[in-house]
């Protein structure tokens, strides 16, 4: 009797706080095996270890060390995985996994991987994920040929081959882990790594159920909601931020004006792309305008797709708060697009998620000033780019002392699982008894 009903409470859990406790698991094995001697050149601390391990999880990419010069290719293939468990959520790897054994996969399964998918129906996650895995796979199988015409020449078979790897993996999954102390900038002005890495972290950053749906579907009359404000709202915000930061950059001397027009075409491409939670750079972040660090800094709050491998409030979030601030002014009580209408309880959810996500930034920020002596906007845009997980850095994470690593490990981590995810662990729920009359209250 004791048994069954310690087994009723375990299953009690509710799935956000399992899905919590999956990926704070996943930190710890992480930072084990990177503090093993085989794992790095020279011995590192453990808040070195499990900084690197929360920003692999979390799919960020801000680091510490040096990836590619303090890690052996042992601690190369951890940080690797750990992305791509990250990235690609722990329940889908764990029902993979049972598939694969001919296991049943059973109702508390189906529930925390709708938790970790963010679906709101638990019926065909099976065949969404069995979607997901082909794609994945393909996209990074493709990612790594491509790359290994650039890598191979350059750097020889067995590194560039891993290199190859190691940088489809991150891309795809929207992590920023580079193998090379400066990202990605020396092969600023080769268009096909550019394109290749590019397409790698949008397909990445648009979300599983959106790649589902154009794999599946194949036409946008048939796409869903979700879907076609997805492609919509990406397409839209590649764009603006590919002329802004052509035109802001154009002439700045430590970014693009040294570069011939068709490099700088491409460069402002990739770094229009990378803010919403990528993460790689061609060009140096502390040497951008403050007009286009703060374009940035915009770009990795609204992040990519829900369900995608990146953070931020997410492209749907941000469409809806737009959507609905347009319908006030317009004095209409609905928000109708592409010929569906968003319920009360979605807008309530955006509103919640937008609050929470402003809650978090502001106060952390407000931490790192109190106790982390630094340029106010160094500080501000290494914020951001935690709760984003995007991992794109002005050059101040190796300075952070413990508190400030703390601080932005706890951001990352809060940015992958979600600040709503947080929230309902947090949150109780009771049901009101009493029904009070409705009041006015004078607002702006």
Same mark, same amino acid.
């Given at each position: 009797m004791v048994v069954s009903h310690s087994k009723r409470k375990a299953t009690q859990l509710p799935p956000p706080l399992v899905l919590v406790l999956l990926y704070a698991s996943l930190i710890v094995a992480g930072t084990i095996g990177l503090k093993l001697p085989v794992a790095?050149?020279?011995?590192?601390?453990?808040?070195?270890?499990?900084?690197?391990?929360? /920003?692999?999880?979390?799919?960020?990419?801000?680091?510490?060390?040096d990836t590619g010069r303090d890690f052996t290719i042992y601690g190369q293939i951890i940080i690797c995985s750990m992305?791509?468990?990250?990235?690609?959520?722990? !329940?889908?790897?764990?029902?993979?996994?049972?598939?694969?054994?001919?296991?049943?996969?059973?109702? /508390?399964?189906?529930?925390?991987?709708?938790? &970790?998918?963010?679906?709101?129906?638990?019926?065909?996650?099976?065949?969404?994920?069995?979607v997901i895995i082909r794609i994945v796979l393909l996209c990074e199988l493709v990612g790594a040929l491509v790359l290994s015409i650039v890598f191979i020449p350059d750097l020889g078979v067995a590194q560039g081959a891993w290199s190859a790897v190691f940088h489809s993996v991150s891309a795809f999954n929207n992590a920023g882990f580079s193998l090379y102390? &400066?990202?990605? /900038?020396?092969?600023?002005?080769?268009?096909?790594?550019?394109?290749?890495?590019?397409?790698?972290f949008v397909i990445g950053g648009l979300g599983f159920t959106v790649i589902a749906d154009v794999w599946q579907l194949r036409s946008w009359r048939k796409y869903s909601l979700h879907t076609k404000l997805m492609l919509f709202g990406t397409a839209i915000l590649l764009v603006f931020s590919t002329l802004a930061f052509t035109l802001m950059e154009w002439n700045n001397p430590e970014t693009l004006g040294g570069m011939n027009w068709g490099t700088k075409l491409v460069v402002?491409? $990739?770094?229009?792309?990378?803010?919403?939670?990528a993460g790689f750079n061609t060009v140096d972040m502390a040497s951008?305008?403050?007009?286009?660090?703060?374009?940035?800094?915009?770009?990795?709050v609204i992040g990519s797709g829900s369900t995608s491998t990146?953070?931020?409030?997410? %492209?749907?979030? $941000?469409? %809806?708060?737009?959507?609905?601030?347009?319908?006030?002014?317009?004095?209409?009580?609905?928000? &109708?697009?592409?010929?569906?209408?968003?319920?009360?309880?979605?807008?309530?959810? %955006?509103?919640?998620?937008? !609050?929470?996500?402003?809650?978090?930034?502001?106060?952390?920020?407000?931490? !790192?000033?109190?106790f982390?002596?630094?340029? $106010?906007? &160094?500080?501000?845009?290494?914020t951001v780019s935690a709760f984003g997980t995007v991992g794109l850095s002005r050059g101040v994470t190796g300075d952070l002392?413990?508190?400030?690593?703390?601080?932005?490990?706890?951001?990352?981590?809060?940015?992958?699982?979600?600040?709503?995810?947080?929230?309902?662990?947090?949150?109780?729920?009771?049901?009101?008894?009493? /029904?009070?009359?409705?009041?006015? %209250?004078?607002?702006?």
């Open positions: 790095t050149v020279a011995p590192i601390g453990w808040s070195d270890a499990i900084f690197t391990a929360t /920003s692999a999880v979390t799919v960020t990419g801000l680091a510490v060390l992305i791509q468990l990250g990235g690609l959520g722990l !329940m889908t790897f764990a029902v993979l996994i049972l598939s694969m054994l001919g296991l049943p996969i059973g109702f /508390s399964n189906r529930i925390y991987l709708r938790e &970790d998918l963010n679906q709101t129906s638990a019926t065909d996650l099976m065949a969404l994920t069995k102390s &400066d990202s990605l /900038s020396q092969w600023a002005g080769n268009p096909l790594l550019n394109l290749t890495i590019i397409l790698l402002s491409l $990739f770094q229009a792309a990378t803010p919403r939670t951008l305008n403050d007009s286009t660090t703060l374009m940035f800094m915009i770009l990795m990146g953070g931020g409030i997410k %492209v749907t979030t $941000f469409i %809806v708060l737009l959507l609905a601030t347009i319908a006030f002014f317009k004095r209409q009580t609905a928000i &109708d697009i592409f010929g569906r209408r968003l319920g009360a309880d979605q807008i309530m959810k %955006v509103l919640a998620l937008a !609050m929470v996500s402003l809650a978090l930034i502001i106060s952390s920020m407000f931490v !790192m000033l109190v982390h002596e630094g340029n $106010f906007l &160094d500080i501000a845009f290494e002392d413990q508190i400030g690593r703390t601080i932005i490990m706890f951001i990352m981590f809060v940015g992958r699982v979600g600040p709503l995810t947080i929230g309902f662990v947090l949150a109780t729920q009771k049901s009101k008894r009493i /029904s009070y009359p409705s009041g006015t %209250v004078y607002l702006g």
